[in-house]
């Protein structure tokens, strides 16, 4: 093991079978120079300071493999959309190198009294912010939206107060699902469904990892996840959970990480050994429990996890026969620009969604193409990034601009948010515009 994994606690796994030691060199010498990963790299497009990812992987894992060499704070630019790891040709970990260098630098290199720590810490941490916003949220909204408060926040904790604080649901998705009568009443109306479309057996069955977002903010995107999939005859389970982790991989806290990450293996590993296929409406919350946690961590049952995490769109269309569904669906919507997130792209399931809706009458869908919304998680939410992310942000905004759509459509909700606030449009889920179409049509 590498004197960098040997100094921290999480290790991160090797991937290649022929490695003779646990460190990434294999992966190392797969890089041939190619530069793909360069093309693809939306924060070198617009920050000529920063040096890309073939130096921030590779490169960079061989100069200081030994320990002896300190990781380049440029390390700390990086946004985590894993672009660079989906062009590679060759297989290389960047998204794993890139999130061990991180770590290391901000653990070993970051000073832990700036200013800026604290901010990222406390975005790492997200789940325990919500959880205090939601408990009172008309206060936190009113309080968050005042000039003064966006001011002050810039002030002293380095966020942009160009940016309004997403507003916190009056109730959250938990207490929505408890009032409603849990997990199951879930079961009862699943097993009416199944009867109704004359389907046999128990075995429909998903456990929701709702995180943070769908549970404190965009609940009405969990609540038609819940009516569309129970009308299908699903069975849903929506047990206790931490944050995905997401935030604290882009923040290069991966202790914080490992602590959510054996939780939720702990948990939702029990349910799959129960029979329950995992989703997330959220593609970075399930890219982290498919993608990042194997890479990062050896935790018993990970793979197991990982293997049943999919994208709530995604485990319909591969179950499902959605398109023979939606061919009887009519609907009337307004014209839809869709935006599809780069963790969607690294989870490969980008396309599913416009080849979906392409031949469902009332539906006019036009895509953004293959762009970084730019706010990619916490990065946009950092005031001395704020100009970076959105000049990232800009083709898609001009996408969105040309499209003759007035509704945005995506699965992630950080892309919603820039989506929001760099055009002004209301944005949908496609769970929501599923819901519509098979629910309530
Ligand atoms: S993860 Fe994204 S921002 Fe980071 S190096 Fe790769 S392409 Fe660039
Ligand atoms: S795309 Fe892969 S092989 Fe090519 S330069 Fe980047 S890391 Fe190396």
New binding site residues.
């Given amino acids: 093991m590498s004197k960098q994994a040997e100094s921290e606690t999480f290790d991160p796994v090797d991937l290649f079978p022929d490695a003779t030691e646990m460190d990434l060199r294999p992966g190392v010498d797969k890089c041939d120079k190619n530069g793909n990963?360069e093309t693809?790299?939306?924060?070198?497009e617009v920050n000529e300071d920063f040096p890309?990812?073939k130096f921030?992987g590779p490169e960079q894992w061989r100069l200081t493999r030994k320990g002896d060499i300190e990781f380049d704070e440029s390390v700390d630019k990086?946004?985590?959309?894993?672009?660079?790891?989906t062009a590679c040709t060759n297989d290389v970990p960047?998204?794993q190198m890139?999130n061990v260098a991180r770590a290391n630098y901000v653990k070993n290199q970051k000073s832990h009294a700036s200013r800026e720590y604290l901010r990222n810490k406390m975005l790492a941490n997200y789940g325990t912010l919500g959880k205090l916003g939601s408990m009172m949220p008309r206060i936190s909204n009113t309080v968050f939206g005042l000039g003064a408060t966006r001011w002050l926040n810039e002030k002293l904790l380095g966020f942009p107060s160009e940016r309004s604080f997403p507003d916190f649901a009056t109730q959250t998705f938990r207490g929505w699902w408890s009032d409603r009568g849990g997990d199951a009443t879930s079961t009862e109306r699943a097993r009416e469904a199944r009867e109704a479309r004359g389907e046999t057996g128990e075995d429909k069955k998903v456990a929701f990892f709702h995180g943070c977002y769908a549970n404190y903010h965009q609940t009405e995107v969990a609540k038609s996840m819940v009516r569309l999939y129970e009308s299908l005859g699903y069975e849903i389970a929506v047990p206790e959970q931490s944050c995905c982790g997401t935030p604290m991989f882009a923040n290069g806290m991966l202790e914080d990480a490992r602590g959510v990450a054996e939780g939720n293996v702990d948990t939702f590993g029990s349910l799959v050994e129960d029979g329950y296929d995992l989703i997330a409406t959220c593609t970075s919350c399930s890219m982290a429990l498919r993608k990042e946690y194997p890479e990062l961590f050896d935790i018993d049952g990970i793979e197991d996890v990982a293997s049943h995490m999919f994208d709530a769109v995604e485990y319909l269309r591969v179950n499902e026969d959605l398109e023979a569904e939606l061919a009887g669906a009519d609907v009337d919507f307004p014209a839809m620009t869709y935006h599809a997130p780069c963790h969607g792209e690294v989870m490969g399931v980008e396309g599913i969604v416009t080849e979906l809706f392409a031949d469902v009458d009332g539906v006019e869908l036009e895509d953004t193409g293959d762009v970084c919304c730019g706010l990619a998680g916490t990065y946009g939410w950092k005031a001395e990034k704020y100009d970076d992310s959105m000049e990232i942000g800009a083709e898609m905004f001009e996408a969105f601009e040309e499209a003759p759509g007035e509704v945005a459509l995506t699965e992630c909700p950080m892309c919603s948010a820039q989506i929001e606030h760099g055009t002004g449009y209301e944005v949908k889920h496609p769970m929501e515009l599923l819901e519509t179409a098979l629910v309530e049509s």
Avoid at 78 to 85: A, F, K, P, Y
């Fill in positions: 990963c693809v790299c939306p924060v070198a890309g990812p921030q990086c946004l985590n959309c894993m672009r660079c790891d960047l998204g890139h």
